[in-house]
């Protein structure tokens, strides 16, 4: 079984429409990231969680909102979908090692999101 | 602030051929430095890794140098395969994120 799940994996809605992403882990990682990717522009980072009690902005927050409902699970909310909010969605985890300056993230396989 | 800049593609190579995938970046102090890929339908894996400068990364036959002097974390394979085609990342670490580089398609004929 996969250690980042994400559901939906494609999704097709309309503009003006309320949509969730959602995001669950068994890797047992207090830190998850939601990612946007576009053709061109690489990721990007939307929001991130280092434990349950902590929700943090990152570079392009605007039009969206997130909920830590536990620790394995982390979604991505989209109030009143845009057009321009059509993407490929990423979650990702990851974990305060003794190493931290080592860690890396691991990925879920994403969730294709249209807005027509 | 922090950045990374890699080589824009698509890069399309013949089955057995050189790569190089060029990655500079900007960052105060001394970041961590990646490389992810991502595989057709897939999200992006953990390819190779560098923490410090002079350090090697190696992976399925990529490697990368952490070069200080040239803030450089180049690419490198020496016979690539088919199964190479993919989408590579090149990534910093500094402090609690990771700032991504645009990303290198690359295309590997047969």
């Known amino acids: 079984d996969a250690d980042v799940t994400q559901t939906p994996r494609n999704r097709i809605t309309k503009t003006g429409k309320r949509i969730m992403l959602e995001c669950s882990q068994t890797?047992?990682?207090?830190?998850m990231y939601w990612y946007r990717q576009d053709p061109g522009l690489g990721l990007r980072l939307i929001y991130y969680?280092?434990?349950?009690?902590?929700?943090n902005k990152g570079e392009i927050s605007d039009g969206y909102s997130v909920s830590r409902q536990a620790q394995a699970k982390f979604s991505l909310s989209l109030e009143s979908a845009i057009p321009n909010q059509t993407a490929l969605y990423f979650c990702?985890?990851?974990?305060?090692?003794?190493?931290?300056?080592?860690?890396?993230?691991?990925f879920g396989p994403g969730t294709r999101l249209t807005v027509l | 602030g922090n950045s990374v800049t890699q080589m824009e593609g698509p890069v399309t190579l013949s089955e057995e051929a050189f790569l190089t995938i060029n990655c500079t970046y900007t960052a105060t102090g001394y970041p961590s430095l990646f490389w992810y890929v991502q595989y057709p339908g897939e999200g992006l894996q953990l390819l190779l890794k560098?923490?410090?400068?002079?350090d090697k990364g190696s992976n399925k036959g990529f490697e990368a140098t952490y070069r200080k002097e040239t803030t450089s974390f180049h690419l490198e394979k020496g016979s690539v395969q088919v199964s190479d085609s993919a989408v590579y990342f090149c990534?910093?670490?500094?402090?609690?994120?990771?700032?991504f580089g645009k990303g290198t398609r690359l295309h590997i004929l047969p």
């Open positions: 969680s280092f434990d349950v009690k902590d929700i």
């Open positions: 890797k047992g990682h207090d830190r």
């Open positions: 560098a923490t410090k400068a002079d």
């Open positions: 990534a910093l670490k500094k402090g609690d994120k990771i700032i």
């Open positions: 990702a985890t990851s974990d305060l090692g003794l190493a931290a300056r080592e860690d890396e993230q691991f």
